[in-house]
């Protein structure tokens, strides 16, 4: 089975500062695949990032970055300089063989406020 | 806009009454997935579609619901005799495979509320 554990329930932080989104996946499979979705308000999931297990180089788009460790099963999202606009719920998500890779397994998700 | 749409995007019924969502995807996104969001958690998977064939179901999806996606474009989602248990967001998502996995990218939602 695969599972998901986003432990921060909700982060706040001050704009500019660097905040970090931590993410921690549980699968037996050798291969699958990681994502991070932004949630606004609005609802809707945004795609941020997919990231398929052979592959642990780090990546960085703008601000954003993330950290693939396959060591510690994990994989955290960081911020830097955050802006008000990057108030959202985040969510990590797993796709693994055993489904067909169709399915996302969800964390319940890290709240981030990000006051002016 | 080419992006996933779902409507309505709100929905409030009283227990026991039908509603239907509607999704339209991507053009040419020939994968099809509902999930269902409860406050505070993240969505789970329901069910989903490759072109109009159903290919799998969660056992979340009781036989009070039903889903649709008669000619491999629009789906609906039906649930009967709504429970108040019932009320969530329900995301529509849709992706294009051609043999390998690519991200889904989801719709806004529509917000179900039973009373």
């Known amino acids: 089975a695969q599972k998901v554990t986003q432990a921060q329930t909700e982060i706040s932080v001050v704009e500019k500062e660097d905040v970090t989104l931590d993410c921690v996946y549980e699968t037996r499979d050798t291969t699958y695949y990681l994502f991070w979705y932004k949630q606004p308000p609005s609802g809707e999931l945004v795609f941020l990032i997919r990231?398929?297990?052979?592959?642990?180089q780090n990546e960085i788009s703008g601000r954003y970055s993330w950290n693939f460790q396959k060591s510690t099963s994990s994989f955290n999202f960081t911020i830097t300089a955050s802006q008000v606009v990057d108030s959202a719920v985040y969510f990590c998500a797993l796709s693994a063989p055993n489904t067909g890779f169709q399915k996302l397994v969800f964390g319940t998700g890290t709240r981030l406020l990000v006051s002016p | 806009d080419t992006g996933v749409s779902q409507d309505p995007r709100h929905k409030i019924t009283k227990r026991g009454q039908n509603v239907t969502f509607r999704c339209d995807p991507i053009s040419e996104h020939n994968r099809l997935y509902w999930y269902r969001q409860t406050l505070g958690q993240g969505p789970e998977f329901l069910t989903y579609f490759q072109n109009e064939a159903q290919l799998e179901k969660s056992r979340l999806l009781s036989d009070r619901f039903s889903a649709e996606r008669p000619k491999g474009s629009f789906s609906t989602l039906e649930i009967q005799r709504t429970e108040q248990g019932d009320s969530a967001m329900y995301l529509c998502?849709?992706?294009?495979?051609?043999?390998?996995?690519?991200?889904?990218?989801f719709g806004q939602g529509t917000r179900l509320t039973v009373v």
């Open positions: 998502a849709s992706s294009l495979y051609r043999g390998l996995h690519t991200e889904a990218f």
């Open positions: 990231r398929n297990s052979f592959d642990e």
